[in-house]
Protein backbone atom coordinates (compact mmCIF):
# COMPACT_ATOMS: atom_id res chain seq x y z
CA UNK A 1 0.00 0.00 0.00
CA UNK A 2 2.63 2.69 0.77
CA UNK A 3 4.49 1.49 -2.48
CA UNK A 4 1.89 2.24 -4.28
CA UNK A 5 0.77 5.90 -2.74
CA UNK A 6 4.71 6.59 -3.51
CA UNK A 7 4.43 5.46 -6.89
CA UNK A 8 1.39 7.64 -7.13
CA UNK A 9 3.15 10.85 -5.89
CA UNK A 10 6.15 10.36 -8.03
CA UNK A 11 3.28 9.63 -10.85
CA UNK A 12 1.47 13.08 -9.83
CA UNK A 13 4.48 15.24 -9.30
CA UNK A 14 5.68 14.46 -13.24
CA UNK A 15 1.91 15.27 -14.21
CA UNK A 16 2.18 18.30 -12.56
CA UNK A 17 5.48 19.50 -13.76
CA UNK A 18 4.43 18.92 -17.46
CA UNK A 19 0.99 20.94 -17.17
CA UNK A 20 3.30 23.82 -15.38
CA UNK A 21 4.87 23.60 -18.67
CA UNK A 22 2.21 24.70 -20.13
CA UNK A 23 0.93 27.28 -18.16
CA UNK A 24 1.22 30.79 -19.84
CA UNK A 25 0.55 33.88 -17.95
CA UNK A 26 0.67 37.39 -19.41
CA UNK A 27 0.25 40.05 -17.32
CA UNK A 28 0.60 44.19 -17.64
CA UNK A 29 0.33 47.35 -15.76
CA UNK A 30 -2.97 49.24 -15.75
CA UNK A 31 -1.39 51.72 -18.55
CA UNK A 32 -0.30 48.44 -20.64
CA UNK A 33 3.18 50.03 -20.70
CA UNK A 34 4.94 47.24 -19.46
CA UNK A 35 3.82 43.35 -20.40
CA UNK A 36 5.39 40.56 -19.01
CA UNK A 37 4.61 36.45 -20.33
CA UNK A 38 5.48 33.86 -17.85
CA UNK A 39 5.60 30.43 -17.69
CA UNK A 40 3.95 28.10 -14.86
CA UNK A 41 7.66 27.23 -14.63
CA UNK A 42 8.24 31.05 -13.36
CA UNK A 43 10.45 32.01 -16.29
CA UNK A 44 9.81 35.30 -18.49
CA UNK A 45 8.88 34.33 -21.62
CA UNK A 46 8.63 37.89 -23.09
CA UNK A 47 8.95 41.28 -21.58
CA UNK A 48 7.53 43.92 -23.54
CA UNK A 49 8.44 47.89 -22.67
CA UNK A 50 6.44 50.33 -24.30
CA UNK A 51 9.05 53.31 -25.67
CA UNK A 52 7.04 55.95 -24.05
CA UNK A 53 8.03 54.72 -20.90
CA UNK A 54 11.90 55.08 -21.43
CA UNK A 55 11.08 58.58 -23.30
CA UNK A 56 10.24 59.70 -19.87
CA UNK A 57 13.54 59.22 -18.65
CA UNK A 58 12.50 58.07 -15.15
CA UNK A 59 14.55 54.68 -14.68
CA UNK A 60 13.80 54.60 -11.33
CA UNK A 61 9.90 54.25 -12.37
CA UNK A 62 10.74 52.04 -15.34
CA UNK A 63 11.85 49.64 -12.91
CA UNK A 64 9.24 49.74 -10.66
CA UNK A 65 6.93 49.07 -13.41
CA UNK A 66 8.67 46.19 -14.35
CA UNK A 67 9.11 44.76 -11.03
CA UNK A 68 5.45 45.11 -10.03
CA UNK A 69 4.24 43.38 -13.46
CA UNK A 70 6.56 40.71 -12.70
CA UNK A 71 5.19 40.08 -9.33
CA UNK A 72 1.65 40.27 -10.39
CA UNK A 73 3.01 37.20 -12.83
CA UNK A 74 4.51 35.63 -9.90
CA UNK A 75 1.63 35.78 -7.85
CA UNK A 76 -1.28 34.46 -11.06
CA UNK A 77 1.63 31.72 -11.36
CA UNK A 78 1.60 30.08 -7.61
CA UNK A 79 -2.20 30.34 -7.79
CA UNK A 80 -2.57 28.33 -10.95
CA UNK A 81 0.50 25.72 -9.50
CA UNK A 82 -1.85 25.74 -6.38
CA UNK A 83 -5.03 24.60 -8.53
CA UNK A 84 -3.09 22.16 -10.42
CA UNK A 85 -1.48 20.45 -7.33
CA UNK A 86 -5.14 20.50 -5.68
CA UNK A 87 -6.83 18.61 -8.16
CA UNK A 88 -3.89 16.50 -8.72
CA UNK A 89 -3.87 15.18 -4.91
CA UNK A 90 -7.78 15.17 -4.97
CA UNK A 91 -7.17 12.60 -8.32
CA UNK A 92 -4.34 10.88 -5.70
CA UNK A 93 -6.28 10.73 -2.36
CA UNK A 94 -10.21 11.81 -2.82
CA UNK A 95 -10.79 11.68 0.82
CA UNK A 96 -7.88 14.03 1.56
CA UNK A 97 -5.56 12.92 4.69
CA UNK A 98 -9.02 11.44 6.16
CA UNK A 99 -9.00 8.61 3.28
CA UNK A 100 -5.78 7.85 4.94
CA UNK A 101 -6.51 7.42 8.43
CA UNK A 102 -9.85 5.24 7.37
Do not use: C, F, W, Y
Not at 20 to 46: C, F, H, W, Y
Not at 86 to 94: A, E, L, R, V
Amino acid sequence: MLGDMINRIQGAKVEAQEKLKAVRVEKSDPNKQVTVTMSGEKRILDLRIAPELHEKGEPELTADVVANVINEALVEVAIKEKEIMDKISSDIMPGGLEGLLG
